[in-house]
């Protein structure tokens, strides 16, 4: 027997359609086994789909891409913040705590000082430290071809992610695609960033009514992905960087890949970083799944 499964998906840092990062999401109202979410997820086909459930008086919320499960996702979790909005589960300004792989996370709707505005949301994300490197020979010659510069700062981190800083004038929005011809490290996960002060933006580079500050492109084909649109967790890596380099308290930061969208971010109470930005749900519909009722344990491992 099937049951109707709310689900809907919002496009992720993006103020109309067809931008952004797209993430589908669903509200479940048992516990489903992960063969099941995975199948979901599958037939979905979004590069992720977050699954929702409230138990034990708290949301619990769970990424999965076509493929397999993810400890972390940050348009996805914005995506469905923003959903519980959709379904009028959470008001305009009211905090939560989404309860996740990677601990509770701090969302709220409305960007923080602005609680009206019930399609923009904040979500806060770990960040992590920076670590000096060196940039590969290949990875050098890459950017001397494509974009006509070398790196002037290069960097490792945790997440595994090597992250590059460009001069401004290196035509970074108009490149094609660097994904195929990465090597080594840069495979896992590389950002392309650079400073847009003193630059002449359009208006699509504006976000909650602020200018960009920086901006950056995202490329892991080693994990399977060429190019991804809008990056929370690559933003939320760079961010104390930028708002260190320009002084501020918060910054602006935007992704030029083909389907744009950008964020304010800022430092949280806790250290982590706090995304705000806006979402539009591409499209509302009911998913009819088989409720198999099992697979409440990895599920409750979230509270633990």
Same mark, same amino acid.
């Given at each position: 027997?099937?049951? %109707?499964?709310p689900a809907v998906l919002v496009e992720a840092f ?111 994300? %770990? ?7 060196? %940039? ?59 400073s847009l002060e003193g630059l002449e933006l359009t ?102």
């Open positions: 027997m099937t049951s %109707p499964t993006a103020a109309g359609p067809c931008r952004g990062n797209g993430a589908a999401v669903v509200l479940l109202d048992q516990p489903m086994g992960d063969g099941g979410l995975q199948a979901i997820a599958r037939s979905l086909n979004q590069s992720e789909t977050a699954f929702l459930l409230h138990q034990q008086d708290r949301w619990c919320l769970r990424w999965f891409t076509p493929t397999c499960e993810v400890p972390l996702c940050g348009h996805a979790t914005l995506a469905a913040l923003l959903a519980l909005g959709h379904w009028q589960v959470l008001e305009a300004g009211q905090p939560v705590s989404l309860w996740t792989r990677s601990g509770p996370l701090a969302v709220q709707l409305g960007p923080p000082g602005e609680p009206t505005q019930a399609s923009s949301g904040s979500v806060v994300l %770990p960040s992590a430290g920076l670590l000096a490197a060196e %940039p590969s020979p290949p990875l050098i010659r890459l950017l001397q071809e494509r974009l006509g510069v070398k790196p002037t700062d290069y960097w490792g981190s945790s997440l595994g992610y090597r992250v590059a800083l460009l001069p401004p004038e290196a035509p970074l929005a108009a490149m094609a695609s660097v994904a195929s011809e990465l090597q080594g490290a840069d495979r896992a996960g590389l950002v392309l960033m650079q208006p699509s580079e504006v976000v909650l009514g602020r200018r960009a500050d920086y901006q950056l492109r995202f490329f892991a084909p080693g994990l399977g992905i060429e190019e991804d649109p809008v990056t929370g967790s690559a933003h939320a890596l760079v961010a104390p960087f930028w708002l260190e380099r320009l002084n501020r308290r918060s910054v602006v930061g935007w992704q030029c890949s083909p389907r744009p969208g950008g964020m304010v971010l800022e430092t949280a109470s806790s250290g982590m970083i706090r995304l705000s930005g806006t979402g539009h749900l591409l499209w509302n519909g009911t998913l009819h799944v088989q409720a198999d009722g099992c697979g409440a344990e990895p599920w409750g491992a979230l509270l633990a």
